[in-house]
C-alpha cells in the first residue's frame, strides 16, 4: 500500500523558513511527477510547485523566488524549502507523487503538513 509520509511543517515568523519533506514507500513502479499543493482555511486546495522525473520545476507565481522544489530519487522523497515566509503562505501543505506502473499512472496524496506564518 502506497504511503506519504509528509514532515516539516510548523509555526515560524514572517521572513522564517522552513522545509518541507514527502517520503513516498510501498508502491510499485516509478516515480513520476512530484509536487506540492497547499489550501489555506476557507480556500481551495492550490498548486504550489512541481518536479518532473527529469528535474524539470514548475512554480506558481506566489512561490517563485522563494521556494525551492527537488527530489531525491534514491530516498524517493520530495522537499519544499521555503524563505522569506509570509502570513499568507499560511496553510495545510500537501505532496502529490504520480507513479509508474505501465501502463498504469496513478497519483496519491499525502495528509498534509501545517504551515503557520505570524507577522
Known amino acids: 500500500q502506497v504511503q506519504l509520509v509528509e514532515s516539516g511543517g510548523g509555526s515560524v515568523q514572517s521572513g522564517g523558513s522552513l522545509r518541507l519533506s514527502c517520503a513516498a514507500a510501498?508502491?510499485?513502479?516509478?516515480?513520476?511527477?512530484m509536487g506540492w499543493y497547499r489550501q489555506a482555511p476557507g480556500k481551495q486546495r492550490e498548486f504550489v510547485a512541481t518536479?518532473?522525473?527529469?528535474?524539470?520545476?514548475n512554480y506558481a507565481d506566489s512561490a517563485k523566488g522563494r521556494f525551492t522544489i527537488s527530489r531525491d530519487d534514491v530516498e524517493n522523497t520530495v522537499y519544499l524549502q521555503m524563505n522569506s515566509l509570509k502570513p499568507e503562505d499560511t496553510a495545510v501543505y500537501y505532496c502529490?507523487?504520480?507513479?509508474?506502473?505501465?501502463?498504469?499512472?496513478?497519483?496519491?496524496w499525502g495528509k498534509g503538513t501545517l504551515v503557520t506564518v505570524s507577522s
Open positions: 502529490k507523487v504520480v507513479f509508474n506502473s505501465s501502463p498504469y499512472r496513478t497519483a496519491s
Open positions: 510501498g508502491f510499485i513502479g516509478s516515480i513520476d511527477d
Open positions: 518536479i518532473t522525473s527529469g528535474g524539470r520545476s
